[in-house]
């Protein structure tokens, strides 16, 4: 599974993508792209949706990973930057 918060991997690291996408391939290993966006293009918490996405990854299928982020993406981006950055906080920081 890859998250990129800004979900732009395909278009703004295309050479990265592709050496996933074929690693993938040559290891029989479905690749599943989360196409979510939880981080304003202006925002620098990327670190905090990292830690938010290991975190759910390490405690969810990839079923529900796939379905959380059909969830979250009926929402604006803002939301779901809210929610991550306060998901995190009151894991790691209280």
Do not use: R
Not at 16 to 26: A, D, F
Not at 61 to 66: A, G, P, V, W
């Amino acid at each position: 599974v890859i998250f990129d918060p800004l979900n732009n991997i395909k278009s703004n690291h295309p050479v990265v993508y592709t050496y996933l996408h074929t690693y993938c391939k040559n290891k029989n290993i479905t690749l599943n792209v989360l196409k979510l966006q939880t981080q304003q293009n202006s925002s620098v918490t990327c670190g905090m949706h990292s830690v938010w996405f290991t975190h759910k990854s390490h405690k969810s299928s990839i079923n529900n990973l796939l379905k959380l982020s059909k969830v979250l993406s009926a929402y604006k981006v803002e939301t779901g930057e809210k929610y991550v950055l306060n998901t995190v906080s009151s894991l790691f920081f209280s």
